[in-house]
């Protein structure tokens, strides 16, 4: 298993994480 793919699969989810939270405070309020 390579690292860098590995960190890389990582940051994306992490990033679709954060919209998808973003999406769900901005509807509340």
Same mark, same amino acid.
């Given at each position: 298993?390579? &690292?860098? &793919?590995l960190l890389e699969v990582m940051l994306l989810g992490c990033i679709i994480f954060f919209r998808i939270c973003y999406r769900q405070i901005r509807y509340r309020r």
């Open positions: 298993l390579k &690292v860098m &793919v």
